[in-house]
């Protein structure tokens, strides 16, 4: 094609490719003996072959200078204000990933992407101290493919021992969540507050499996909790694999309880209702039958979406704090919580207090009832 005079834009059209690839292609593999960039299939075959020969050792393990920076910055020590080393608490390397609530090693724990960047400011004019993040993931997760030691995952924010494929996190999404039901179909007036009875909810989990559900209405911010307790049978054995969900959160218990909770209201009240993408609503179908209530997911990894939930959940902890058994608190100690929560004034709300808009709205949607005085 180079020869037969095609551009750059017409040859990546023909190929299939971005037009940067091809660019690339040709600035990389020319030949430049004639002093200037021409080129040549042949020349282009043999850098191709020379580029392409192994073993090959990496950068980090041929340039110490660049390893000590990638290290110093990845795992280097914590230092106080005045510049003193803090060692922080003693975290040994037991080859996998950290557990939850135990103490981490504490470093620099700067991100190969941010070392990677920071390179070209500190060293603008030295071309030997460059990096990709990528050889630094690979330098620590790929045996012999750097000078990094496979215990500085650690010093990595997740911690991973072993590397995540990518292909491993795609099509993570539940399956029972189709088009229509995600946040982007939610109408409009949903999003400025300005029509009662759009709820928002979520789970708050604890020991032992245990779990309290949360609705709140996004116009009032008032707060419904929902009792779940654990089903029969459950801790009395081996956990059954792909058995029922004897815990109390699986979907049967919490369609039922959000059906239970949500059918006390008038139907202006329940228009619809917004939830993340967690199995627990795996029966949203027929709960949006039973309940009359139009159900839409957040998207994956987006908890502000939810944000009227997610600031209640915050003032839950309170009462519920993380690391506690939930399961030990009775219907009768929810519903005295949500009390709580509804009778405290709310600088968004004027200062009244949930409790006070909700009959107000009740009163307008049904003149003389008032059900949360």
């Avoid at 990638?70 to 975290?91: C, F, K, M, Y």
């Avoid at 929560?341 to 709300?349: A, D, G, I, Q, V």
Wanted: hydrophobic content about 35%.
């Amino acid at each position: 094609m180079r020869v037969q005079g095609c551009g750059v834009r017409e040859a990546a059209r023909r190929l299939g490719r971005a037009a940067s690839t091809i660019s690339r292609e040709l600035r990389r593999n020319a030949a430049t003996r004639s002093g200037k960039l021409e080129y040549r299939a042949s020349t282009a075959q043999w850098h191709a072959e020379r580029s392409a020969r192994r073993p090959k050792r990496a950068k980090l393990a041929t340039n110490p200078v660049l390893r000590a920076y990638v290290q110093e910055r990845l795992a280097g020590a914590v230092a106080a204000p005045g510049g003193a080393a803090v060692p922080g608490p003693a975290a040994p390397w037991k080859g996998r990933r950290h557990g939850p609530r135990q103490n981490r090693r504490w470093a620099r724990a700067w991100s190969p992407q941010q070392i990677c960047k920071r390179l070209q400011l500190d060293h603008p004019d030295d071309k030997t101290m460059r990096i990709s993040h990528e050889a630094i993931y690979q330098a620590l997760y790929v045996q012999g493919r750097g000078a990094l030691k496979r215990e500085l995952t650690a010093c990595l924010r997740t911690g991973r021992a072993l590397r995540v494929p990518r292909a491993r996190t795609q099509g993570r999404g539940k399956s029972f969540v189709t088009p229509e039901v995600l946040i982007s179909e939610r109408p409009a007036e949903v999003g400025d507050r300005a029509v009662p009875g759009h709820w928002e909810g979520d789970l708050i989990l604890g020991l032992n499996r245990s779990a309290i559900g949360t609705l709140v209405e996004r116009t009032t911010r008032f707060t419904m909790l929902l009792h779940l307790p654990p089903m029969d049978g459950h801790g009395c054995g081996p956990r059954a694999k792909n058995g029922p969900a004897l815990a109390g959160h699986g979907a049967e218990a919490v369609r039922d309880a959000i059906a239970r909770e949500i059918t006390t209201l008038p139907e202006q009240l329940r228009r619809s209702l917004t939830w993340d993408q967690g199995a627990e609503m795996a029966q949203h179908a027929r709960l949006q039958v039973e309940a009359g209530l139009a159900i839409y997911f957040c998207d994956p990894h987006s908890p502000w979406q939810r944000g009227t939930n997610e600031n209640t959940n915050g003032l839950l902890r309170q009462y519920f704090p993380k690391g506690t058994d939930l399961s030990l608190h009775t219907a009768g100690d929810l519903a005295a919580v949500a009390r709580a929560l509804n009778e405290r004034p709310r600088k968004t709300l004027g200062w009244k207090t949930p409790a006070e808009a909700l009959d107000a709205v009740l009163q307008s949607v049904q003149p003389g009832v008032a059900m949360t005085g």
